[in-house]
């Protein structure tokens, strides 16, 4: 198995304020293999269950990519149904994590989402970008499909620019497309400029009513319930066409390219 898989980390630190950041990273473009996955859906249930918490955001390391989606390195190595399976509900747990949690969370989106990077994009409640932070979901390009990540995509920009993302996997769309579609809440110059918006609204919603905030969150969420069920449905499909010879092939493909 690669190194890369073993790679990467999840942290957070938790303010004077309540104000709670959790940073994920890995050294190939913030990529999520299943480890980190796993980790960042926990420590997002577990900032959700502190009371010390009032909000939290949610961000990766560096200045560059935000994250470059699933672990090639581990879609690779991937024999069966069961690992596939696993691994695509990963996401979902992700998803699932930021759907259930009682408090907000704000993205910090400062470089390229590619697929569940743009899930995690869509899965956080409100959620900030660079102008560098251009989208892709290049899943069928490498035979397989947004499934997993495909109902918080939807339920954030529509299914119309979804499918658009979906179908034409290879093409970046820009920063000021997905903030016009409503991906991003708002677009910056600069991370400086973008991270001082951050705290400002972090602050505010610190001092906010932290029952209300629960009750908002969970009508801006309404009729989810069934996605613990539905992602991991998803995950079987996503599991299954990895394991196709059509898949590995497009997979080997793409890291050669």
Known sequence: MSEAINQGDVSFEINELGVGTITFGHPLSNSLPGRVLQKLADTITELGKNDGVKVIVLKSEGEKSFCAGASFDELISIK????????????ANVI?????CPKFIIGRVQGKAVGGGVGLASAVDYCYATK???????ELAVGIGPFVV????????????????????????????????????AIFDSIEEMDKEINLLAIRLAKSNPEAMSMLKQVFWQGTEHWDKLLMERAGMSGTLVLSDFTINAINSFKKG
């Open 80 to 91: 069966d149904l069961e690992t596939g399976k696993k691994f695509f509900s990963g996401f």
């Open 96 to 100: 699932n994590a930021a759907r259930k």
């Open 132 to 138: 560098f932070a251009d989208v892709k979901l290049s």
């Open 150 to 185: 495909g109902p918080a995509v939807e339920r954030k920009i529509g299914l119309s620019a979804m499918s658009q993302l979906a179908i034409n996997a290879t093409e970046w769309r820009s920063a000021d497309w997905a903030y016009k579609r409503g991906l991003y809440a």
